[in-house]
């Protein structure tokens, strides 16, 4: 049965750091891609980043470019997300998710979020 | 980029009801659109992908179709455990979601 569980959601200053992690289980993590996608108060569903299998290759959107960097250790079946320079807008819940096919077919429950002085 | 737009934004809805959604891709994206299902506090759960495949246990009351740039969700027949928000995707090559339809 596949799980995906993040952690790591805190409450941080704005200009700060954090780190997320989604911990997995139930498949074989080196043959997928993976997904950070967040929703923020009251907003709908927002795609943060993307890594290849491998972690060759990895692409981010536009609002968080130069500030957050995902990363991938295919020997503990870990997603990560370093987050700096957080912004109030920043404030979401933030879920991984197991991309397959053009499809998440997979989801965490996500991790909260707040960027807040 | 492309850019998703869906409509309603929320939608009330009574149990029984036939409800239907619509997405509308800014450029053709062939059939790779899919359909999520979202309530508080949960996981996302996939609903339909390749614009009109129902995922693994999903009811057959729920429906979608389209190609090109226009979509359609569809529940037949509303149940109270559906009430969430609903949300289609783009993913390839980018990973794009609609605005999202919230059923009340």
């Known amino acids: 049965q596949v799980h995906l569980v993040e952690s790591g959601g805190d409450v941080v200053q704005p200009g700060g750091s954090l780190r997320l992690s989604c911990t997995t289980s139930?498949?074989?993590?080196?043959?997928?891609?993976m997904d950070w996608v967040r929703q923020a108060p009251g907003k709908g569903l927002e795609w943060v980043a993307s890594i290849w299998f491998d972690g060759s290759d990895a692409y981010y959107a536009d609002s968080v470019m130069g500030r957050f960097t995902i990363s991938r250790d295919n020997s503990k079946n870990i997603l990560s997300l370093q987050m700096n320079s957080l912004r109030a807008e920043d404030t979401a819940v933030y879920h991984c998710?197991?991309?397959?096919?053009?499809?998440?077919?997979?989801w965490g429950q996500g991790t909260l979020v707040i960027v807040s002085s | 980029d492309i850019q998703m737009t869906q409509s309603p934004s929320s939608l009330s809805a009574s149990v029984g009801d036939r409800v239907t959604i619509t997405c509308q891709a800014s450029q053709d994206i062939y059939n790779f659109l899919n359909w999520y299902q979202h309530k508080p506090g949960t996981a996302p759960r996939l609903m339909i992908y390749?614009?009109?495949n129902l995922d693994t246990g999903v009811p057959s009351r729920f429906s979608a179709s389209g190609s090109g740039t226009y979509f359609t969700f569809t529940i037949k027949s509303l149940q109270s455990e559906d009430i969430a928000t609903y949300y289609c995707q783009h993913l390839h090559n980018e990973n794009v979601f609609g605005q999202g339809t919230r059923l009340e």
């Open positions: 998710a197991r991309n397959y096919q053009r499809v998440n077919d997979f």
């Open positions: 139930g498949f074989i993590f080196s043959d997928f891609g």
């Open positions: 390749d614009a009109s």
